[in-house]
């Protein structure tokens, strides 16, 4: 599948979809210090929590040429990636942050102080909970499409239903058009989240 893909029909109410993007509104319009009360790790576990402008690089394609070896190795690398590896790649010019599973120790929520976003704890779960039933019901309906039925639909079940699902909310800043700035900065270019 390449492209975008819109879903009608879901049954996820408007209300909540609006209210997905007031919160991030919400969220991003907070002063930095108040974002950085969680910031993501160094590391890329648990991907959670706040990344700020300029964490985050754009993936090059021979990153997702490397074999699976080569995948787990750079998977395991956490600051060094960033920094040694791909040192020319322009950093993205977005902000964001990750929610997920609260019940799972590898990738744990880091949670803003209540005082600081009164109702985002509960808002975001909330959100991220109904969007992620839908995501089975969409999981259901591809194996429905393709014929899964026995083991290879219990498989593909079972894989999906490890709490690893995310939430990210994103905003991305105006960018200049100046050559030199877009060497430094970048958009998100054509690209696949399958490691």
């Not at 819109?6 to 909540?16: D, M, N, R, S």
């Not at 080569?70 to 020319?88: G, H, I, K, V």
Request: aromatic share 8%; proline share 7%; with cysteine.
């Amino acid at each position: 599948m390449n492209g975008c893909h819109a879903i009608t029909g879901h049954g996820v109410p408007p209300e909540l979809l609006q209210q997905a993007f007031s919160l991030a509104k919400s969220l991003f319009n907070l002063p930095m210090e108040d974002k950085m009360k969680a910031p993501h790790p160094a590391g890329m576990t648990p991907h959670r929590g706040y990344s700020a402008p300029g964490k985050e690089r754009a993936f090059q394609r021979a990153d997702h040429d490397a074999s699976d070896a080569e995948r787990r190795r750079l998977l395991q690398m956490t600051s060094r990636l960033e920094t040694e590896l791909r040192p020319n790649v322009p950093y993205l010019l977005k902000e964001s942050y990750e929610v997920g599973e609260d019940a799972i120790e590898k990738g744990y929520n880091i949670w803003l102080p209540e005082e600081t976003l009164p109702g985002f704890r509960s808002q975001s779960t909330s959100i991220f909970q109904r969007l992620r039933q839908l995501s089975f019901a969409i999981l259901e309906a591809m194996l429905m499409c393709i014929g899964a039925v026995g083991e290879e639909r219990g498989l593909t079940i079972d894989v999906h239903s490890e709490p690893v699902s995310q939430l990210r909310l994103l905003h991305y800043l105006p960018m200049e058009s100046d050559e030199r700035v877009m060497k430094e900065v970048s958009r998100l270019p054509a690209h696949t989240d399958w490691w």
